[in-house]
């Protein structure tokens, strides 16, 4: 094809294989997502503002918990200008290596948790990155870190921006301080934002915060505060550490198996299958090579492609053990009950843990919780809180499997109202948890939870168990009421019916008090078998 | 604090900030995707055949467009096994050189198109490359890639992998081949999938594609084809080629601000703002530059944050025109015409372009054509098309901006059927195209447009625009079959009346033959009146 010479454009002004080539090139991460942010949750002021608060908190409560401290954390928001905020967010917990930090805030995609088939808020290594990233490319401002590992540590500041163009931290700041804490992390960052009150505000994420994590303190200022909002603990228990599993063998696709026999450390594949995968025991291993044609001592790492298929094979052919569920840590009934007493006053509170259940060899566990009267009015929708490994979720709710689930109930047959296709209504927040290895979110920006058919089932099953609750409490405050009611009929007559006998039988007033007595005691019996 | 010197756990098996620090890794953006596959379209078997058939079109499209050639695509889908599928598409586009092969086809986040602003099929050099991984993750196979650049060249033939933990292409095959062709690109992959016809078909998104690119032709084999469909061109007529616009002043950010004006080649910020801008005059630079109290010749290397913020903030305060809109290329009215003339048989077609506009500084543009009448059925809801800078959005329709739109129209008053929150009913085919330098996916998988207030408005005008011309042909199309039943009347008894008019009068034959076409005649001309 004829050339331009000079704009390397073919004749006519268009593109040759060649000029096309010239201008290809490597894309970042950071540029990727800093163009993309609404990818992240970034999408508008009020919503940046919640995330990179959010974001912030996360980290905090998986480092604590990590290290086994009981998280106090402070989050504060101040207002610079119009749409002008500056969020710090500090926590007590095990503090974060002088070397670790420029890259942990920021260079997206680092972190220590995606690695890991584990249970924690954050997955990715790319939140609190992209905070500060949105804040550098808003108002200019760096991150301002500072943290300390231990009292005989000194306190390290920095102030970091993420070069987008190459997703690597530059330093701008780095220096020692002074700094009362023992131990800890405090992040601030300046970004453009709009604070309010109201649905999907940091006031709703910060109370259900509280209420999913009990063992947790907040001490929480908007900018409209002249002090702190103290979010005391409810539970000085911190939940049990959630442990580490490996894949399971149903889970994993062909290509995947193949890359992992290639990285085994193991000699054989029978020892690869045992040591790499979870529910392997060597009686499996060798039931899947014999099943597969394959020798024993076979090495994993020369396995061909078609032998690879066989291996495949064998794996989804022959009867394998749940993945074990013992990885999960659930908030627990106690725990949910005493979160949702602390935050959400009302008259009757119930809370339901599932059993474990495993959806595409991804073990996960439902719990629901539920408050119902107190001050709570009894006309509007139920108040709906969604979490998924203790996050609370703020955005996206007709999209996520948790609202699909309530919505399915038939919550009339339990004392509430319900519209059909609608939320139920009544005085009434109802409370939802999901935990899992790797929730199955339908957005990295992490608002819903995909409607897998487990899920779903799980989370249909504990609703209907609160229901169930929910439907004897108020049949038994109903009689309650209906009780009270006759007995105060009762205790308001009989006085004068006594006076009216004693007159009439001339009796003495011990005679007046014995037979009232008796009187009583008659009526409260006939009206206790009225009530069976 | 306390730690286990084996594991670097703190006492108690929690972790410390150095045990912490030790499993902090980078992640690469291909683990991301793999792990986050649903976010690129890969979550089923099905959307997963239709992803990786669509992002290996686009690409055709865009490159042979570019390169000012009337694109012929060859679309292949061969089933080899019961959910194994090998996919094929071949262009005869300019071709890709040698060395970008590997990478093109073996690295996420690497293209020519990010970095431009200008409308494109592909966006974010992720599409081909994920599909690739996608293949290899769920099959072993490595993609396979021939290629050519013009007659004087030799085809190279590639099978390339892509290595997931660094996002970098493994070679597995690099040779010379014999290829009929003279330029072009042919890319296969093999996958895991499912294929149907009907709703989210491979089908359905080839005819779409059809009707919106009427420059293509395609040849479409599909799994149960004995012969491959071919799909003609209803145009010989290449689009216009988009320009590349500069940002405009408005949409740009502070963050971004300072940035650019580390980054530019300009030695004043006068120049600086002339150069990288669209927009800009000299007197626009110079009311900026004196606005926020900088010199004009002001070095922008050098340009402090509170420097920099002024500036942003005197940016904002000047007028300044929109951004042109000429880098926009739309189908036109009479290419859509012949699009859906070819797909889909009416009696009816109608289309409407609407002059550009803008949203958060990018240029957009609407457009809307309409099929009526024909053999579609009169009872079912109208089949609604949605393209987006000329590629087929077949998910996530209710979530789509397009949609929503077309729900907030009245049908009834067009003449069509509609019951409330629902799309119309009745014989026809509703296509809407939105070009954009930067379309606001709501996802990165491409699937629903965002409803920003200005694309909403545009969509709004050219939808009610189609709906009266719709409304104008029912009217008179109705008027016509009540027209056409009167006039066959009249054609059907005045035989009858003539003979029965001779016999009582006595006429001649020729007599007969006057009086009966005086008879039309005063017939038509009365029924010509009654129609008034």
């Known amino acids: 094809m004829a050339t331009d010479a000079q704009s390397g454009k073919a004749a006519g002004g268009r593109q040759t294989a060649e000029s096309m080539a010239a201008r290809q090139r490597e894309i970042s991460v950071s540029e990727f997502f800093s163009k993309n942010r609404h990818l992240l949750g970034f999408d508008n002021p009020q919503k940046a503002l919640l995330t990179a608060v959010k974001e912030a ?3 905090s409560l998986d480092a604590c918990e990590e290290a086994g401290i009981l998280p106090s954390v402070r989050v504060e928001i101040r207002q610079l200008g119009e749409d002008r905020f500056r ?10 290596v002088k070397a670790q930090i420029p890259k942990v805030f920021g260079k997206l995609l680092y972190g220590s948790k995606f690695h890991t088939r584990k249970q924690a808020r954050g997955q990715q290594g790319i939140g609190i990155s992209a905070a500060g990233m949105y804040g550098l490319l808003t108002t200019g401002k760096s991150v301002a870190v500072t943290s300390r590992t231990g009292s005989g540590h000194p306190a390290h500041y920095y102030e970091i921006q993420i070069d987008t163009r190459k997703n690597v931290p530059q330093v701008i700041t780095d220096k020692v301080v002074e700094w009362a804490p023992p131990h800890g992390t405090r992040v601030e960052i300046e970004l453009t934002g709009t604070y309010k009150k109201g649905r999907h505000s940091v006031d709703d994420y910060v109370r259900q915060t509280a209420i999913a994590n009990p063992h ?4 929480f200022t908007t900018p409209d505060a002249e002090a702190p909002l103290h979010l005391r603990r409810g539970s ?11 894949p399971h063998p149903y889970g994993v696709e062909l290509g995947v198996l193949i890359g992992m026999m290639k990285e085994t450390s193991a000699k054989h594949i029978s020892l690869a299958l045992q040591n790499d995968f979870s529910r392997v025991s060597a009686r499996v291993a060798e039931d899947i090579c014999s099943a597969a044609g394959l020798s024993l001592k076979a090495n994993p790492h020369s396995i061909a492609v078609n032998e690879a298929e066989r291996l495949f094979k064998a794996i989804n052919a022959i009867k394998i053990m749940s993945p074990a569920t013992n990885c999960l840590s659930p908030i627990g009934e106690e725990q949910i009950l005493a979160g949702l007493r602390k935050e959400i006053p009302a008259d009757f509170h119930t809370a339901v843990t599932r059993a474990p259940s495993v959806y595409r060899g ?23 809180l969604r979490f998924a490994n203790r996050v609370p979720l703020q955005y996206q709710q007709s999209a996520c499997a948790i609202s699909k689930a309530v919505l399915g109930i038939d919550w009339r047959s339990y004392g509430l109202g319900q519209s059909k296709g609608a939320l139920p209504t009544g005085p009434a927040a109802i409370f939802v948890h999901i935990a899992s290895v790797w929730v199955p979110f339908t957005s990295e920006s992490k608002e819903a939870v995909a409607a897998y058919p487990e899920i779903m089932k799980e989370l249909r099953l504990a609703l209907q168990e609160c229901g169930r609750k929910l439907a004897t409490h108020i049949r038994a405050h109903r009689r309650a009421l209906d009780e009270e009611k006759k007995k105060s009929y009762i205790e308001k007559y009989i006085p004068h019916i006594g006076i009216a006998l004693r007159e009439i039988l001339g009796l003495s007033a011990e005679g007046e ?7 009583v005691d008659v009526l409260e019996r006939s009206r206790a078998r009225g009530e069976k």
Request: hydrophobic fraction near 40%; charge should be negative.
């Open 57 to 59: 908190v996360d980290n």
């Open 87 to 96: 969020i710090a967010v500090e926590d007590n917990g095990p503090g974060i």
């Open 216 to 219: 947790c303190e907040i001490f």
């Open 236 to 246: 000085e228990t911190l939940p049990p550490e959630p442990k580490e599993i490996k």
């Open 362 to 384: 991804n073990p996960f566990q439902v719990e629901v919780g539920l408050a119902y009267g107190g001050d709570m009015p009894g006309d509007e929708l139920v108040d709906l």
């Open 513 to 519: 008090a014995e037979l009232v007595a008796r009187l």
